[in-house]
DNA sequence: TAATTGACCGATC
DNA sequence: AGATCGGCCAATT
């Protein structure tokens, strides 16, 4: 909705034509739900930028705030090491929303972008 | 300065 | 079935 692009410490060449998609994207997700970094490449428009999209999460520019936490892998789980500071924040941050673990894993039925269509057509919240 | 490295995913082998 | 490989490019070493 806006460019977030108003922090000087940005890096000029990085973070300034398909990242602000990713950013929107990423900002875009409805509260307590969840996209995996493909969908979220998908709907920036670029289907094999994955990669990039977890690249832009992990070295996301200073003074751009995002809900990171709510992009998961393909298999519904959080990436990182399960003994990592980030993993225990990006859980918590998912429970407090909403978001329900099943073995360490969210069910990409209810929480992901389908999930999320259907919330928002149906108003029905699981 | 050059080479390596990734919060990944999908197709292919 | 599981493993490998390609794509893409900034930050790190």
């Known amino acids: ?15 300034n034509s398909w990242k602000k998609s990713v950013w929107q994207v990423v900002q875009g997700i409805p509260r307590g739900h969840v996209l995996t970094y493909g969908e979220v490449a998908r ?7 994955a990669r ?5 999460m992990r070295r996301k520019p200073k ?4 809900p990171w936490h709510r992009v998961v892998n393909a298999q519904g789980k ?3 090491p399960q003994d990592s500071h980030g ?3 990006q859980k918590d941050r ?11 894993k969210i069910d990409l039925d209810k929480f992901g972008y389908q999930g999320a ?4 057509l149906w108003g029905e919240p699981l």
């Open 87 to 89: 993993y225990q924040e």
């Open 1 to 15: 909705m806006n460019t977030q692009q108003t922090d000087p410490n940005i890096s000029n060449t990085d973070f």
């Open 78 to 80: 959080i990436s990182l």
């Open 52 to 56: 990039r999209v977890s690249q832009a």
């Open 63 to 66: 003074g751009v705030s995002l």
């Open 94 to 104: 998912l429970e407090a929303e909403g978001v329900v673990f099943l073995d360490g």
């Open 117 to 120: 269509l259907d919330q928002l």
């Open 43 to 49: 709907l920036a428009g670029k289907s094999r930028w």
